[in-house]
């Protein structure tokens, strides 16, 4: 183990730092080991979805659970009986330190750096749900520090391991329909909320550590429905509303493809901020600087609620490359516009390319599924590289929030300075890409 891993760790447990013993084993790209000892933040909903998927490797062994909700903790616990558990995965995470290799987070999207990072701090691999972070501060972090400490990360999109969407990139590289110069891309899911704050009728159930659930974010009283579980992502102190939730996945391809960077410039139409929720509709633009894969710049257009999908006028396709009249766009996906053809990616399905007559005997790249849960496992153990790994979902998922910042100033184009972190336009802007944390959930690198 290098000196730097051996020195000792620290972990943070309500507000008092607490010297945990040095690691037993820090996992590290390249790092051979036999069993994978996982803990799992976040057990319920996806992150239920996840535990089965992760825990299906052969080499995976369920070591630590991690709910605030008792039910949905006891629950998981069923399916892996052996494994310790607990509520709080600071503590999980001080007292398991030694006797756990690698983390899974699943928990709502502000959670998302906190534990992830809590868990790098110690040395250990990460998978973490998508979007990567709710801030862009925190996934410029994260991206960071994986790297510094080389270690084997993921996000959660698992469809970018998909054959369909493995093979819509290799299309796009290998330039079947040339250089592009436009993405729309859509989402007719509406997790937003356009209405006044919340009363509060009643206390927590007594299931739900409420406390523990909000974490990071200011304090206020739990309302049935509106937070836990899963409605969060529509309110901006808690999720990043349609655009962080569905284009995470939406945007992967395009920015995969077209190897994207940071955009230049970004800016939202839709209705004034509430201080509250995500809007319920929501078009965004970016402008990319161009790749080997683009024309000069790349202009990136999302459309969700009702504003999905785009009209034949948001498109502005002409000529041959107008979509035929019995074409219908699917309800969720992406269009890509090249200089000699146009791709629709639906969500979640194969590319249909346009003209069809000119593309119909083309043949398609053979491409395979691969596991994009079990890629990560491999990769915690020494074997390949997982392929939305943080250096790759960091920016992603910044370029994503940069959108979710503008809809806090509709109608104003925000410049984008990547290397600074700072938008240098519109000062009310900055306090956006990083919010403080509560005093006793702050983390060391955040
Ligand atoms: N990749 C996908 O296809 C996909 C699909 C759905 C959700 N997600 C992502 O998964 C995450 C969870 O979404 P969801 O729909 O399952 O939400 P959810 O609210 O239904 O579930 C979140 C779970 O985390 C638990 N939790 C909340 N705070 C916690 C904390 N501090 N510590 C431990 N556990 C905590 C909750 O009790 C619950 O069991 C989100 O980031 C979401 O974007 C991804």
């Known amino acids: 183990m290098s000196g730097k891993l051996q020195r000792r760790q620290f972990v943070k447990v309500a507000g008092a730092f607490i010297t945990t013993a040095p690691l037993g084993r820090s996992f590290r790209v390249g790092m051979s080991v036999e069993k994978l000892r996982t803990a799992h933040i976040g057990v319920g909903g996806m992150g239920g979805a996840d535990l089965a998927s992760i825990s299906s490797h052969p080499?995976?062994?369920?070591?630590?659970?991690?709910?605030?909700?008792?039910?949905?903790?006891?629950?998981?616990?069923?399916?892996?009986?052996?494994a310790r558990t607990f509520s709080d995965y600071r503590q999980m995470l001080s007292e398991m330190g030694d006797s756990v290799d690698a983390v899974v987070v699943s928990t709502p999207d502000h959670t998302h750096a906190p534990a992830a990072m809590s868990a790098m701090n110690l040395g250990k691999p990460v998978y973490c749900q998508k979007p990567l972070t709710h801030e862009v501060f925190e996934a410029r972090r994260l991206n960071q520090v994986a790297q510094q400490k080389e270690l084997a990360t993921q996000m959660g999109i698992q469809i970018h391991s998909a054959a369909a969407y493995r093979r819509a990139k290799q299309m796009i590289q290998d330039g079947m329909?040339?250089?592009?110069?436009h993405v729309h891309a859509w989402s007719g899911k509406n997790w937003g909320y356009d209405?006044?704050?919340?009363?509060?009728?009643?206390?927590?159930?007594?299931?739900?550590?409420?406390?523990?659930?909000?974490?990071?974010?200011?304090?206020r009283p739990f309302v049935p429905k509106v937070y836990h579980p899963g409605s969060w992502r529509r309110l901006i102190d808690f999720g990043t509303g349609t655009l962080g939730d569905m284009g995470v996945h939406i945007f992967d391809t395009p920015y995969?493809?077209?190897?994207?960077?940071?955009?230049?410039?970004?800016?939202?139409?839709?209705?004034?901020?509430?201080?509250?929720?995500?809007?319920?509709?929501?078009?965004?633009?970016?402008?990319f600087p161009g790749t080997d894969y683009t024309t000069?710049?790349?202009?990136?257009?999302?459309?969700?609620?009702?504003?999905a999908p785009p009209s034949a006028e948001d498109l502005a396709l002409t000529g041959e490359f107008q979509l035929p009249e019995s074409y219908k766009l699917p309800g969720q996906g992406s269009l890509f516009v090249g200089q000699q053809g146009v791709m629709v990616l639906p969500h979640i399905g194969e590319a249909v390319l346009f003209p069809e007559a000119k593309f119909k005997e083309q043949a398609r790249p053979e491409v395979e599924n691969l596991?994009?849960?079990?890629?990560?496992?491999?990769?915690?153990?020494?074997?390949?590289?997982?392929?939305?790994?943080?250096?790759y979902a960091g920016p992603l998922t910044e370029a994503l929030l940069l959108g979710v910042v503008a809809n806090r100033f509709p109608g104003k184009t925000l410049q984008w300075d990547?290397?600074?972190?700072?938008?240098?336009?519109?000062?009310?802007?900055?306090?956006?890409?990083?919010?403080?944390?509560r005093k006793d959930f702050v983390v060391e690198n955040l």
């Not at 704050?197 to 304090?219: H, I, K, R, V, Y």
């Not at 000069?296 to 504003?307: F, P």
Request: hydrophobic letters at 35%.
């Open 177 to 181: 329909i040339g250089p592009v110069s």
């Open 296 to 307: 000069e710049s790349m202009i990136w257009k999302w459309y969700d609620g009702a504003d």
């Open 418 to 437: 990547a290397e600074n972190l700072k938008v240098t336009n519109l000062a009310a802007a900055n306090q956006l890409l990083k919010t403080d944390y």
């Open 59 to 82: 080499q995976v062994e369920v070591a630590g659970l991690c709910d605030v909700d008792a039910n949905r903790l006891a629950s998981a616990h069923q399916k892996h009986k052996q």
């Open 256 to 287: 995969g493809a077209l190897k994207l960077t940071t955009p230049h410039t970004v800016r939202t139409e839709c209705r004034e901020p509430t201080g509250i929720g995500h809007p319920t509709r929501n078009v965004v633009e970016y402008e």
């Open 371 to 391: 596991n994009h849960y079990h890629q990560w496992v491999d990769a915690c153990m020494g074997n390949g590289k997982a392929s939305a790994n943080f250096s």
């Open 195 to 219: 209405g006044k704050a919340f009363e509060s009728q009643s206390g927590p159930p007594a299931n739900l550590d409420w406390d523990l659930w909000m974490g990071t974010a200011a304090m």
